[in-house]
């Protein structure tokens, strides 16, 4: 297992099941069918291939073969606005392959940054990852997963108050202790 996948895993443990961020997240945790993709590369049209290698992959799977996949990019996208131009490219991908309603994209980005936010806001957490990374849900699994939870629109309010109620400067003393793993 590479580092970067050990970062990822950490994070996905400390913070995403750790501090319940993602309560559809913790039944993956440990499964098989969670997939970790590691783009090593940095040269957009390679970025480009992974994406799309990526979706290809979750498409063609059985849900108990690929749940899930988090395609992280270690070595590239690190400027936050580059990310997010990436993310729309990533996002016409998906639309132009005709799978727009079958798989949903989810950002996360170490430097994430809710527009309107101070630079310092805990809520920022809520979207901070290891490295730059493009999470590809299924539809109907998220849809499932939805349909069994309470209230899921208070899923962001609920965030944001828990890493409110842990405060920046902690979040950021667990963020640095992934890294030493």
Known sequence: MSNAEQHIRAWLA???VGLNLCPFARPLLGAKNLR???CEDTAPAALRRAFLLEL???QGSTEQEV???L???PHALT???????FLDQAQELLQQSGLEGLVQLASFHPRYRFEGESENAASHYSNRSPYPLIHLLREDMLSRALDDFADPDKIPDRNIETLGDIGAQELER???AIFSL
């Not at 400027?79 to 131009?85: P, V």
């Open 174 to 176: 667990r963020w640095k």
């Open 56 to 58: 290809d992959l979750l």
């Open 67 to 69: 749940a899930t996949t």
């Open 79 to 85: 400027d936050f606005e580059e990310y997010l131009a």
């Open 36 to 38: 970790i993709a590691i």
């Open 71 to 73: 395609l992280a990019f």
């Open 14 to 16: 400390e913070f995403v």
